[in-house]
């Protein structure tokens, strides 16, 4: 009986990087899980000079024991970003990474360096949203989205601000083992599966202070018990005993996008885990999270993840 190869990973670390990107790489893929039953992953740590000290914000040191000839024999390569956004990855740097046959990903700023060595050149492609119209300038052949959570363009997935290198990383645990595998992981970590909205849900949003008693918490949890009956605007003001334009105004400013907006994400959401059972028709899932017919849950799932619910169940069903 033949065993399956470990996938293996490769992590860039640099002089001066900030460790939160990296430790989500680890966190996903460095981090033993036999109780998944599914071949994991290896990771390698990889470095222009391995065995070098290598200063990190916060006043620690990496010492990575591997070269950048490891890059371009592994299967994933992610570059949890760059020491300079206004700076060109090293020709060293540039030569290893077009000589990837892998898969390239980019965390925040990561995606610099991807498009220094021309690899985003017509490509969509994102990054933080501070660095999206810097990244346009300095690359005009890379499609600049600075809306979304991440993208993936043909195998180059670029991810957004920091915490989305999380959806980065549960987004190439779906794609190589399926809806129901990255669900468990992400439960493990204690984050949502999928969030909707993209990263222009964050951009300069003032997120109120939770006040006492939190009217707007309450009305968002009821919300989620009821997701399969039909709720408006009023309802959920009504839940949180608020005027419906004083509730509009102080969800959106605490959560950052609109109330119906938000509930449409959840009950997006919501459906995934359906989408994996092959045996439950599109038609009773969109009935079961609230769509008042298919053809509205198929257009908010589009808009949303990108996909077909047809389309998302072929690629990451369980």
């Not at 790489?25 to 470095?47: I, K, M, Q, S």
């Not at 591997?66 to 740097?93: M, N």
């Not at 363009?153 to 129901?180: F, M, N, P, W």
């Not at 468990?184 to 222009?200: E, K, M, S, Y």
Request: charged share 20%; with cysteine.
């Amino acid at each position: 009986m033949m065993v399956a190869k470990p996938h293996r990973v490769a992590v860039l670390v640099y002089e001066g990087m900030t460790p939160f990107e990296f430790g989500v790489v680890v966190e996903v893929f460095g981090l033993p899980r036999p109780e998944l039953d599914v071949p994991w992953y290896t990771l390698d740590v990889c470095a222009e000079t391995p065995g070098v000290p290598l200063r990190a914000v916060g006043g620690f040191g990496l010492v990575a024991e591997h070269g950048l000839d490891v890059l371009t024999s592994a299967d994933t390569v992610i570059i949890p970003g760059v020491a300079s956004v206004h700076g060109d990855p090293s020709p060293a740097l540039v030569a290893a990474l077009r000589a990837v046959r892998g898969r390239l990903v980019s965390i925040c700023s990561g995606a610099f360096a991807l498009a220094g060595a021309g690899l985003l050149d017509g490509l969509s492609a994102t990054t933080h949203w501070r660095y999206a119209d810097l990244l346009a300038r300095r690359y005009p052949l890379v499609a600049v989205d600075p809306d979304v959570l991440y993208v993936d363009d043909g195998g180059v997935i670029t991810g957004a601000g920091s915490a989305a290198g999380l959806d980065v990383c549960l987004h190439l645990v779906r794609s190589d083992h399926g809806a129901r595998i990255a669900n468990t992981v992400a439960r493990r970590l204690v984050i949502p599966p999928h969030r909707d909205g993209g990263q222009a849900q964050f951009i300069e949003a003032a997120v109120a202070e939770p006040e006492v008693g939190d009217p707007i918490a309450e009305s968002m949890a009821w919300a989620l018990g009821r997701l399969a009956s039909p709720l408006t605007l009023a309802d959920l003001a009504r839940a949180a005993h608020l005027a419906p334009r004083t509730y509009q105004r102080r969800f959106t400013a605490r959560v950052g996008v609109p109330p119906i907006r938000w509930l449409i994400g959840q009950r997006i959401a919501a459906s995934l885990p359906m989408l994996e059972s092959p045996d439950l028709p599109v038609e009773e899932i969109a009935t079961a999270v609230g769509f008042e017919s298919p053809v509205t849950y198929r257009h908010h799932f589009a808009k949303a993840l990108r996909t077909s619910p047809s389309g998302y169940r072929r690629a990451f069903r369980g």
